[in-house]
């Protein structure tokens, strides 16, 4: 029986983006805080538009991230934080809610970013390093359905698309805007 190409360059695409994740995780410098406190509310709050995130980057961030559905919004301050003008974006960092505490950790990494998107940015909650899975987490990505670039440059990203949470349940469609300054 022959198999499908087109799965078995999914899968492929799915092995690809796991390696680059890895590769490029074990790579970067994790920053400290500036502050030492992991709670400082130092991450963007909810209703931040692409303009006041980049300028309430705290100094020793590579970058700040916002993931919005329905009404509700996460922000992350990034430690990492790569867009690749070959169409390809590495980013990870804390999380936080709408109301600036911390919540867990958000892991970015997507390909092909100017030809056929593909990857997925998630939130782990409870989780507070990079490579840390939870059984809680809400996602934004190719995995759960069709995305869509709406911008990328070497300093920004925005993704829409489906989002959905840990046990498979179906969020409003949303939005990610990942800056770095």
Not at 7 to 31: D, H, N, T
Not at 33 to 59: I, M, R
Not at 72 to 77: D, L, R
Not at 113 to 120: F, M, Y
Request: proline letters at 6%; hydrophobic letters at 40%; charged letters at 15%.
């Amino acid at each position: 029986m022959q198999r499908s190409t087109s799965r078995s360059l999914s899968s492929l695409g799915a092995i690809s983006a796991a390696f680059l994740l890895l590769v490029g995780c074990a790579a970067s410098p994790a920053a400290p805080s500036p502050s030492g406190d992991a709670n400082a509310s130092s991450a963007p709050k909810a209703g931040a538009t692409p303009e006041s995130v980049e300028a309430s980057t705290p100094a020793g961030a590579q970058g700040t991230a916002v993931l919005t559905f329905a009404d509700t919004t996460y922000s992350a301050t990034l430690q990492f934080c790569s867009l690749y003008e070959s169409g390809d974006a590495l980013f990870h960092g804390s999380a936080y809610d709408g109301d600036g505490n911390e919540v867990g950790y958000l892991e970015g990494d997507f390909v092909e970013l100017t030809d056929i998107p593909n990857g997925e940015a998630r939130i782990d909650f409870g989780a507070t390093s990079k490579l840390q899975s939870t059984d809680e987490f809400v996602a934004i990505g190719s995995p759960g359905g069709a995305i869509a670039i709406a911008d990328f440059s070497a300093t920004e990203l925005i993704v829409a698309g489906s989002a959905w949470q840990a046990d498979g349940t179906q969020l409003p469609p949303a939005t990610l805007v990942v800056s770095c300054p």
